[in-house]
């Protein structure tokens, strides 16, 4: 019940005029940016993020919500439509979606999509009212070393758990830490890697790293193998609309869609791949029209797309109950909310009701204003994915270096730019995933002064991260997860779903 | 984003047996955990009670010495990823329009000129053949950028001779 006093509160906030502009605002921002093949919600976030610092915290993060679900729309409309991903968790849709554009039903692709993604992220987004106030009742209970366990978990299962390579996704974590530990560190005052660079004291600038990474990085990688891939646009051909028969079979799918994604992107156990390629391998197994899989089955566009939505409102659980990100995304929207000063986590529940419910509430609201734009709006979509590359990419980076001298207008933070591009290119090249080297420069520092204020406590003692059954347990989930991969070779992949 | 994207081209590298990038990352691996290192020990150590600013530094030292090993492992027995064939001219132009950008605000040119450059090099790197006419649409979205930023988001971005006529 209390849930649904805060809820109504949240939706008081929400509805006022000028925060139902912001959240369309994000909504469309969202979508045209996460539209953009190669732009993931990720870096739409951090592109965007610069620019709005000047703005009124409460309708920023209001704006941020609906950035984070218009750029998981507009991600699958180009997964459907030209079959580039902009983020791995809309692969598997763009296995049977772009196979359905092909054969003239791009239409009836992206509405069980946009259907679909409405559902999952209303039922995800209820859970995450209903879960937020009972885990933020517990979370009020962690002791530092708790926290400090809880995130060895994430970084765990972000980078080894669930990637490729257990040693290159801990790689990549390990570069995320190393860059987390430059600057003034904040309890001694003293500075850490700087080497007199005065840019450096101020540590690295999340929205920086993440724009380099992905937007460089990505610029540079698409650029380097140009001759050798090349995209094609399908048009969107007959009717936009679901027969009988597509309702038919979509409704099944996106209800078990959405069952796989809120769980998993709750916990935290690293992003929406996951669930869209279980969701992916659960209908090609339970589906009526085995033969259409690999073709164009709409059930496979239908669970994966609802599993996506259900997994990105699931990962909020964790970002703003524990102030946990689990996913690049998640990292760029912590990013937000630290550029305000804010940090979530069961004091921002206590302290800022209007700002955390208002912002549950608004994505509701942004979750119904996409449905109602997205598909009539699908013709513009469309014309924004037929700008020529060339521009296109030119375009990214004078937004991607015009954003960062904004934010810190100075050489040294163009040259930073620059040099996390040339290793996201590098990262790409040699396959080492990126979003935990985001996540460790976000939550390595938050770790670190979790675990020197567990030891200050404790007099030095490192074995108060036993002592603590929450924190001792959360280890050891730690450690089964990291070890474990390196047994079961065959865990790290749900790569057979893909032949 | 694109951390998935594994497709084998025809036409990959054929690769030796010991893999000489794999094995340039574990060296590179290695000295960035000498240099955490190095740089730890000149932090000092303020209260007896706290690990101090020394801890997370060690930690991640002996991680990265770790992963050293590790990747160095996978670069012997051949693990990594196979690669395709690299086009080195459109990655030139990409880093060199960056490097005119941050060379002329470093000197107070302004981002205009800077800005326009790196649209119309990086447009060639994606196989444009138009530099002049990229050079001027580069400006005009320079400009239109500058004006919603300075005037709408009261953002300010370096100027120089050319901004201040606006």
Same mark, same amino acid.
């Given at each position: 019940?209390?849930?649904?006093?805060?809820?109504?509160?949240?939706?008081?906030?929400?509805?006022?005029?000028?925060?139902?502009?912001?959240?369309?605002?994000?909504?469309?921002?969202?979508?045209?940016?996460?539209?953009?093949?190669?732009?993931?919600?990720?870096?739409?976030?951090?592109?965007?993020?610069?620019?709005?610092?000047?703005?009124?915290?409460?309708?920023?993060?209001?704006?941020?919500?609906?950035?984070?679900?218009?750029?998981?729309?507009?991600?699958?409309?180009?997964?459907?439509?030209?079959?580039?991903?902009?983020?791995?968790?809309?692969?598997?849709?763009?296995?049977?979606?772009?196979?359905?554009?092909?054969?003239?039903?791009?239409?009836?692709?992206?509405?069980?999509?946009?259907?679909?993604?409405?559902?999952?992220?209303?039922?995800?987004?209820?859970?995450?009212?209903?879960?937020?106030?009972?885990?933020?009742?517990?979370?009020?209970?962690?002791?530092?070393?708790?926290?400090?366990?809880?995130?060895?978990?994430?970084?765990?299962?972000?980078?080894?758990?669930?990637?490729?390579?257990?040693?290159?996704?801990?790689?990549?974590?390990?570069?995320?830490?190393?860059?987390?530990?430059?600057?003034?560190?904040?309890?001694?005052?003293?500075?850490?890697?700087?080497?007199?660079?005065?840019?450096?004291?101020?540590?690295?600038?999340?929205?920086?790293?993440?724009?380099?990474?992905?937007?460089?990085?990505?610029?540079?990688?698409?650029?380097?193998?140009?001759?050798?891939?090349?995209?094609?646009?399908?048009?969107?051909?007959?009717?936009?609309?679901?027969?009988?028969?597509?309702?038919?079979?979509?409704?099944?799918?996106?209800?078990?869609?959405?069952?796989?994604?809120?769980?998993?992107?709750?916990?935290?156990?690293?992003?929406?791949?996951?669930?869209?390629?279980?969701?992916?391998?659960?209908?090609?197994?339970?589906?009526?029209?085995?033969?259409?899989?690999?073709?164009?089955?709409?059930?496979?566009?239908?669970?994966?797309?609802?599993?996506?939505?259900?997994?990105?409102?699931?990962?909020?659980?964790?970002?703003?109950?524990?102030?946990?990100?689990?996913?690049?995304?998640?990292?760029?929207?912590?990013?937000?909310?630290?550029?305000?000063?804010?940090?979530?986590?069961?004091?921002?529940?206590?302290?800022?009701?209007?700002?955390?419910?208002?912002?549950?509430?608004?994505?509701?609201?942004?979750?119904?204003?996409?449905?109602?734009?997205?598909?009539?709006?699908?013709?513009?979509?469309?014309?924004?994915?037929?700008?020529?590359?060339?521009?296109?990419?030119?375009?990214?980076?004078?937004?991607?270096?015009?954003?960062?001298?904004?934010?810190?207008?100075?050489?040294?933070?163009?040259?930073?730019?620059?040099?996390?591009?040339?290793?996201?290119?590098?990262?790409?090249?040699?396959?080492?995933?990126?979003?935990?080297?985001?996540?460790?420069?976000?939550?390595?520092?938050?770790?670190?002064?979790?675990?020197?204020?567990?030891?200050?406590?404790?007099?030095?003692?490192?074995?108060?991260?036993?002592?603590?059954?929450?924190?001792?347990?959360?280890?050891?989930?730690?450690?089964?997860?990291?070890?474990?991969?390196?047994?079961?070779?065959?865990?790290?992949?749900?790569?057979?779903?893909?032949? | %984003?694109?951390?998935?994207?594994?497709?084998? %081209?025809?036409?990959?590298?054929?690769?030796?047996?010991?893999?000489?990038?794999?094995?340039?990352?574990?060296?590179?691996?290695?000295?960035?955990?000498?240099?955490?290192?190095?740089? %730890?020990?000149?932090?000092?150590?303020?209260?007896?009670?706290?690990?101090?600013?020394?801890?997370?530094?060690?930690?991640?030292?002996?991680?990265?010495?770790?992963?050293?090993?590790?990747?160095?492992?996978?670069?012997?027995?051949?693990?990594?990823?196979?690669?395709?064939?690299?086009?080195?001219?459109?990655?030139?132009?990409?880093?060199?329009?960056?490097?005119?950008?941050?060379?002329?605000?470093?000197?107070?040119?302004?981002? %205009?000129?800077?800005?326009?450059?790196?649209?119309?090099?990086?447009?060639?790197?994606?196989?444009?053949?138009?530099?002049?006419?990229?050079?001027?649409?580069?400006?005009?979205?320079?400009?239109?950028?500058?004006?919603?930023?300075?005037?709408?988001?009261?953002?300010?971005?370096?100027?120089?001779?050319?901004?201040?006529?606006?």
């Amino acid at each position: 019940m209390e849930a649904f006093i805060s809820l109504a509160h949240g939706l008081s906030v929400a509805i006022v005029p000028m925060n139902l502009l912001f959240a369309l605002i994000g909504v469309l921002l969202g979508t045209a940016v996460g539209v953009l093949p190669g732009i993931g919600p990720a870096l739409t976030v951090a592109l965007l993020l610069p620019i709005t610092f000047k703005l009124d915290p409460g309708g920023s993060i209001i704006m941020f919500a609906g950035i984070y679900y218009g750029g998981m729309y507009g991600g699958s409309t180009t997964a459907i439509l030209i079959n580039t991903p902009g983020e791995s968790a809309s692969m598997a849709t763009a296995l049977e979606g772009n196979k359905m554009a092909k054969a003239g039903r791009g239409g009836p692709a992206l509405a069980t999509s946009a259907i679909g993604s409405f559902v999952a992220g209303t039922i995800a987004t209820l859970g995450l009212t209903f879960l937020a106030p009972y885990l933020v009742d517990i979370a009020v209970s962690f002791g530092p070393e708790d926290y400090f366990a809880l995130m060895c978990v994430a970084f765990v299962t972000v980078s080894a758990t669930f990637g490729d390579s257990p040693v290159r996704g801990l790689t990549s974590l390990a570069i995320g830490l190393l860059l987390g530990l430059i600057g003034i560190d904040i309890l001694s005052g003293q500075s850490r890697l700087s080497f007199g660079v005065p840019e450096l004291y101020d540590n690295i600038e999340v929205t920086t790293l993440a724009v380099g990474l992905f937007a460089v990085g990505e610029a540079l990688y698409v650029a380097s193998r140009r001759h050798i891939h090349e995209e094609k646009l399908e048009a969107v051909r007959g009717s936009l609309w679901m027969t009988k028969e597509d309702w038919k079979r979509s409704w099944k799918p996106w209800l078990r869609g959405t069952a796989f994604g809120f769980p998993i992107g709750a916990l935290p156990a690293g992003g929406a791949e996951i669930p869209t390629f279980l969701s992916y391998a659960t209908e090609k197994r339970l589906t009526k029209h085995p033969e259409e899989f690999g073709k164009g089955a709409i059930e496979g566009v239908a669970g994966p797309e609802a599993a996506n939505n259900a997994a990105a409102a699931g990962t909020l659980v964790p970002l703003l109950t524990l102030g946990l990100p689990t996913s690049a995304t998640a990292a760029m929207m912590l990013a937000g909310f630290q550029q305000y000063g804010l940090n979530p986590g069961p004091l921002l529940f206590a302290d800022q009701p209007n700002l955390v419910w208002g912002l549950i509430a608004s994505l509701f609201i942004a979750n119904a204003m996409l449905l109602v734009l997205n598909l009539p709006l699908v013709g513009l979509w469309v014309k924004l994915l037929a700008i020529p590359q060339p521009w296109l990419y030119a375009g990214i980076l004078v937004f991607a270096t015009m954003g960062t001298i904004a934010a810190n207008p100075s050489p040294v933070e163009l040259i930073m730019l620059t040099i996390f591009g040339v290793l996201g290119f590098l990262m790409r090249r040699f396959d080492f995933p990126i979003a935990p080297v985001v996540v460790g420069l976000i939550l390595g520092p938050i770790a670190e002064s979790q675990l020197r204020r567990a030891l200050s406590i404790s007099l030095g003692d490192p074995m108060v991260l036993m002592q603590s059954p929450i924190s001792a347990t959360l280890l050891i989930i730690a450690l089964i997860a990291l070890v474990l991969p390196f047994f079961l070779k065959g865990l790290s992949r749900f790569k057979a779903v893909e032949d | %984003m694109s951390d998935v994207q594994q497709l084998t %081209m025809p036409g990959a590298e054929s690769r030796v047996r010991i893999d000489i990038a794999g094995l340039a990352i574990a060296l590179t691996l290695l000295a960035l955990a000498g240099l955490v290192w190095w740089d %730890m020990t000149k932090l000092q150590l303020l209260s007896p009670y706290d690990v101090g600013p020394k801890a997370m530094p060690v930690i991640v030292s002996a991680g990265l010495a770790l992963l050293a090993v590790g990747n160095g492992i996978s670069a012997f027995r051949g693990d990594l990823p196979p690669r395709d064939s690299l086009d080195w001219r459109p990655i030139l132009l990409i880093l060199g329009g960056l490097a005119c950008l941050i060379a002329l605000i470093a000197v107070g040119g302004g981002f %205009m000129i800077g800005t326009a450059i790196l649209f119309a090099t990086t447009s060639a790197a994606f196989g444009r053949r138009a530099f002049l006419t990229d050079l001027l649409i580069g400006a005009v979205i320079a400009v239109v950028v500058y004006l919603l930023f300075a005037k709408l988001l009261a953002l300010s971005l370096p100027a120089g001779p050319l901004e201040h006529l606006l």
